[in-house]
């Protein structure tokens, strides 16, 4: 099948260990540059080129590469290939080369898939490597020079600017205003402030090592000068790329099912053609017409159309999800969407808008709500459920203004498509004009003196301006920081009053505990020239902005529609706990939320405990992700997982189904990805998953055909065999009876739209094959009817006319009439025929009308019927063989009914 499978298990990935000189986020900055022999000046050339023999060069490891012979032949190591291939040869002996060059097309065609998605997932890997910065800026002997990025080396010392990629994994030593982009590396879209002091705990995920800068992530503001800790496989994207290879690519629950049918029919046939052989020896039938016989026999049970129309299933499975929005990229992959138990899925940009919002404003005395979401202008906002504008409530102006004008941010920023610039400036600006001036009016109106950027270590920035009423400080932080540098606050009247800074501190505790980030906003005159510390004190506390990256409203429903199809939906995330924990709630994922320092000092089966009650999962680190999907794996659960950024690959490469964003994805997240969404909207996996039930049922159906149908035809030869008639077909028949019941019957299912309901079933369960009991014992009942049904025509008739061609004859059209009737009967394996819209599938309606007419020219036209020894039937005899024909019909349908009553469906 397409996608390929060099491990299928669920072991566990180690990821390469760190230096054993230690936590380096931890380590003071003269201990690093002693532990590392190094020095501000950097390293001398000749010491760098002793130490670049001695770790390697910085580069990830490509991965080996197989000769592409060897991907290719690999491609046909599959059981069901092995008795294509059989068939195939069987039909050359039998000299019919067209039914041989159809075999060998779908071989080749499948054979094709599996190669380039095999080779699609080597790219993967290959592209982390394209993250490595070509060229470095480092300081060897005291001066600056650029290098190879990868002839760096531990102990170099490197220089980083606005829109640098970090060359490897430096611990800062100096930054000014640094701010990095680490979205390919942690998933979270905000850039990262970093600061230099050292931090106290050793078990940080990277996206809280502020004072780390790691390999292929973005200088996005500022400059730095770092000490260069880990190059190679060593760094953060190194450890990644060898989880990537460890884990090697996942089975899918189709490809695992069609290899034990494929075995499981193959010892089959085999079986049974040498119980035909031995019967009819054993009776004395002519060798070599005996061996024909029950080659023929072996071509028309094997159902050789599987692969085609597995592939054309699926093809048009991925037709009607693309309209949906999804994007597949493995064929198999969408089965696996339907089969799924567990969906892993990030929080920002998937579940969340990924665009900041101000949900709430506080100011003494009062607590407004805002409307709308995102950057859009659409929206207000509320006091006491009514809407208020800032010409009304002084107070509440000043606090919108003090948060668009204390601002890094361009004031035009969200007249661009996409909005750029940090999400939480980019919030502040939108939320202005829903009761006020927009930004850039209120830049026009007040021109920027001077500016204090944010800064980790301060945690509150400030701005300088000159407007109509004359020169203000404006200051805007954590609410903390602020409250400490102000003497008073503004009341609901709009005049100043003491500082009631209990309220403010327990208002700010209120938003958070709703789960959003809030920021304090201060001002004051001020005639100096300096935006500065000393300046930021003496201030007048405004109120409070409350944001959150808000639920996608759509992401709600399918969340629940998820649930409702038995999908359990975990949230995976970098952020906060308590950011995760809010969202969770909001999405009904509610209970308590495991963080990623917490997961890893759980054992295996404390995980596994754990994992049966936790939904949310939050500052998780890629190996954090990994390790959640391959437990989820070994309790045989069928995992989804989204992703976005590079940390993101190990697990969606490990997944069943790996989900990659289009907007917003990495192209290696995209690489390792079977499916990628190009909304980014969790609403899309959803509703592929019944896209996906709908192409396993339709798989399913045709299996049941071609197995009751092939069932049939070794019953009838070895029934006939043993009561001692003649053969009821010569072996032209029996190839004939398989082309013109299943060349185009079988792909014409594929094209049977979703029954009702699909969405509200509990997924199979993983160990489910596509062969069920209930439908195995259908299966040979169908078969029964088939074959009593045939070898009483063929009895009757030679019986009443002694003549053997004729005989046969009506024996071949009977088996024909049977198989069309039963086509129809397999449009719904559940529902009465009579519930099935007749013309719902047209394309299965024309290919019975063609193969009748195609079986009459077999009957009626003087060349088919000295090729197939046929003769005209009588209209008498017609009518009989299309009523016996409804017996399978009724066979059926009282099947289902039964079924039904006992509430044991056959899927």
């Not at 054993?20 to 950097?42: F, Y």
């Not at 976005?644 to 697990?651: K, L, R, S």
């Not at 309606?845 to 005209?872: D, E, I, K, R, Y």
């Not at 024909?885 to 039964?898: A, H």
Request: aromatic residues 4%; proline residues 6%; charged residues 20%.
């Amino acid at each position: 099948m397409a996608r390929s499978a060099r491990n299928g298990g669920s072991s566990a990935v180690q990821a390469p260990p760190r230096p054993a000189v230690g936590v380096w986020h931890t380590r003071p900055i003269r201990d690093v540059c002693a532990a590392l022999e190094t020095s501000p000046d950097g390293l001398t050339d000749a010491e760098a080129r002793r130490r670049l023999e001695r770790h390697g060069p910085n580069e990830v490891e490509a991965e080996r590469e197989t000769p592409w012979w060897k991907v290719l032949l690999h491609q046909v190591q599959d059981p069901l290939i092995y008795i294509l291939l059989a068939a195939a040869a069987v039909k050359l002996i039998l000299r019919a080369y067209t039914d041989m060059g159809v075999i060998l097309a779908v071989v080749a065609v499948n054979t094709i898939i599996g190669f380039v998605q095999e080779l699609r997932a080597r790219a993967a890997i290959r592209g982390l490597a394209r993250l490595s910065a070509p060229v470095a800026h480092a300081v060897r002997a005291g001066r600056p020079k650029e290098v190879p990025g990868r002839d760096l080396v531990p102990g170099d010392v490197v220089l980083l600017a606005s829109g640098d990629r970090v060359p490897a994994d430096v611990r800062l030593v100096e930054a000014r205003d640094l701010e990095v982009d680490e979205s390919a590396l942690t998933g979270e879209s905000a850039p990262v402030s970093k600061r230099i002091a050292p931090l106290a705990s050793e078990t940080l995920v990277p996206g809280d090592q502020v004072n780390m800068g790691f390999a292929g992530t973005v200088v996005t503001r500022g400059r730095a000068r770092g000490v260069v800790v880990r190059t190679g496989a060593s760094t953060e994207l190194g450890r990644i790329a060898h989880q990537m290879r460890e884990v090697g690519l996942t089975m899918t629950p189709l490809q695992a099912a069609l290899g034990r049918l494929a075995k499981w029919i193959g010892v089959a046939v085999l079986g049974l053609g040498a119980l035909v052989v031995a019967i009819g020896l054993l009776r004395g039938l002519e060798a070599g017409e005996i061996l024909i016989a029950a080659v023929a026999m072996a071509v028309a049970t094997v159902p050789e159309g599987l692969p085609v129309v597995v592939t054309v299933t699926l093809a048009l499975g991925v037709r009607r999800m693309a309209a949906r929005r999804a994007i597949i990229r493995s064929l198999p992959a969408v089965e696996t969407l339907g089969s799924t138990t567990v969906i892993g899925s990030d929080k920002t940009g998937t579940l969340t808008r990924n665009e900041m919002t101000v949900r709430a404003l506080w100011r003494p005395g009062r607590r407004y709500a805002v409307t709308g979401a995102g950057y859009a202008a659409e929206g207000e906002v509320r006091l006491e459920d009514r809407p208020v504008r800032g010409d009304d409530d002084p107070g509440l102006r000043r606090l919108l203004a003090a948060g668009a004008l204390a601002s890094e941010a361009d004031p035009r920023a969200l007249e661009t498509d996409p909005p750029a610039g940090d999400p939480t400036e980019l919030a502040l600006l939108a939320v202005a004009p829903k009761a006020g001036p927009a930004a850039p009016a209120l830049r026009e109106a007040h021109r920027l003196v001077d500016l204090l950027p944010f800064e980790p270590e301060r945690k509150f920035m400030a701005s300088l301006d000159d407007g109509p009423d004359g020169r203000w400080l404006r200051v805007k932080g954590a609410p903390e920081v602020v409250l400490a540098r102000c003497r008073a606050q503004l009341g609901p009247g709009g005049q100043e009053e003491p500082l009631d800074a209990a309220a403010a501190r327990q208002a700010a505790a209120a938003l958070a505990a709703e789960g959003l980030r809030v920021l304090a906003m201060a001002e004051r005159r001020h005639d100096g020239d300096r935006a500065d510390e000393e300046a930021a004190s003496g201030l007048v506390l405004l109120g409070l902005h409350g944001m959150e990256d808000p639920v996608r409203p759509e992401a709600v429903e399918a969340v629940a529609a998820a649930q409702r199809a038995g999908v359990r939906v975990l949230m995976i995330t970098g952020d906060h706990v308590d950011t995760a924990r809010a969202i969770g709630a909001r999405l009904g994922l509610g209970g308590e939320a495991l963080e990623g320092h917490a997961l890893q000092a759980l054992s295996d089966e404390e995980l596994d405990a754990r994992l049966r009650d936790v939904n949310v999962f939050a500052r998780v680190a890629p190996e954090h992700k990994l390790r959640v999907v391959q437990r989820l794996k070994e309790q045989r659960q069928i995992v989804a997982v989204t992703g976005d950024g590079v940390n993101d690959a190990p697990a969606l490469r490990a997944a069943h189904l790996g989900v990659a964003m289009g907007k917003s994805g990495t192209d290696v997240a995209r690489e390792a990805s079977d499916m990628v969404l190009a909304d980014d909207n969790f609403a899309t996996i959803t509703s592929a998953i019944e896209q996906g039930r709908v192409v396993f049922a339709n798989i399913r159906k045709v299996t049941f055909f071609l197995l009751s149908t092939g069932a049939a035809m070794p019953m009838t030869l070895v029934v006939a065999l043993l009561a001692g008639w003649p053969l009821p077909f010569v072996a032209a028949q029996i190839l004939w009876i398989n082309f013109v019941t299943k060349a185009l019957q079988d792909v014409a299912l594929a094209f049977e739209p979703g029954e009702p309901g699909l969405l509200d079933r509990r997924p199979r369960p993983p160990t489910e094959g596509v062969v069920t009991r209930p439908m195995l014992a259908r299966m040979l009942v169908v078969g029964v009817i088939l074959a009593a049904g045939t070898l009483a025509a063929f009895w009757w008739t030679l019986r009443a006319t002694d003549d053997l061609v004729l005989a046969r004859t009506v024996a071949l059209t009977q088996m024909v009439v049977f198989q069309f009737w039963h086509v129809l009967n397999c449009r719904s394996l559940e529902r009465s025929i009579l519930q099935v819209p007749p013309l719902s599938n047209r394309f299965l309606f024309v290919s019975v009308v063609a193969a009748l007419l195609a079986h009459l020219a077999a009957l009626h036209v003087g060349w088919f019927q000295g090729v197939f020894q046929t003769v005209p039937l009588s209209a008498w005899q017609w009518a009989v063989i299309v009523a016996v024909g409804t017996l399978v019909i009724l066979g059926g349908e009282l099947d289902k009914w039964w079924s039904r009553r006992r509430g044991r469906a056959l899927t």
